[in-house]
């Protein structure tokens, strides 16, 4: 089970000119199709003179879930293209879009594939790739004279405390990679009295 994937640190942005036509291209590390439609209209009032915003986007560690849109170009001109260099990076949790100014002078079907292909690949290019873990998020529950053995498992695996509160009854949160969330979680449940909801 892959429980890590890339994807761009931050938004970046690039141009590429070809025979007049000026294609910007911006690049964005997203979470949700809504993120996506919000940076794709944001670009549309930014440059609502322009003739096309082209976009490929991936989200998810599986990487099945995708999509490419010509936005008005020829069939597979733009939006494929995009997308092929967010593939070729092996990058997810992506967005990229390339906004055209025509020129004036028609590119071709080989011409547009060449531009667009060559635009996503220069703000990817300028993009720093990170790697990202997916985690699991649990809660541990225990009583206060439970307190050394609980905190002697988050020193031994060293793992963060997003917030705690320490009462009679005392909670905290925190989270591991998934492939070792298991493992973990079997281990708190070895101390009588403790309790692990997992959130997510």
């Not at 911006?26 to 976009?55: G, M, N, W």
């Not at 390339?98 to 020129?103: E, N, S």
């Amino acid at each position: 089970m892959t429980d890590s994937f890339l994807t761009i640190a931050k938004a970046e942005e690039g141009l590429f000119k070809d025979k007049g036509s000026k294609f910007i291209a911006y690049a964005f590390p997203v979470e949700t199709e809504e993120e996506i439609k919000e940076h794709i209209d944001q670009l549309k009032k930014s440059h609502h003179s322009a003739r096309h915003h082209c976009y490929a986007w991936r989200l998810g560690a599986s990487m099945k879930h995708f999509r490419a849109n010509d936005d008005g170009e020829p069939s597979s001109t733009a939006g494929k293209p995009i997308l092929g260099q967010i593939r070729r990076l092996n990058l997810t949790n992506v967005l990229v879009v390339v906004v055209r100014y025509f020129g004036g002078t028609l590119l071709g079907v080989s011409g547009l594939i060449n531009a667009y292909k060559e635009s996503a690949a220069d703000v990817l290019e300028r993009a720093t790739i990170v790697e990202k873990l997916l985690e699991t998020k649990f809660q541990v529950y225990f009583d206060y004279p439970n307190m050394n053995p609980v905190m002697r498992i988050f020193k031994e695996e060293g793992l963060k405390q997003h917030e705690n509160q320490f009462e009679l009854r005392c909670k905290i949160t925190s989270s591991v990679r998934k492939s070792e969330a298991e493992r973990i979680i079997e281990k708190f449940k070895k101390i009588e009295g403790v309790e692990i909801v997992v959130v997510e």
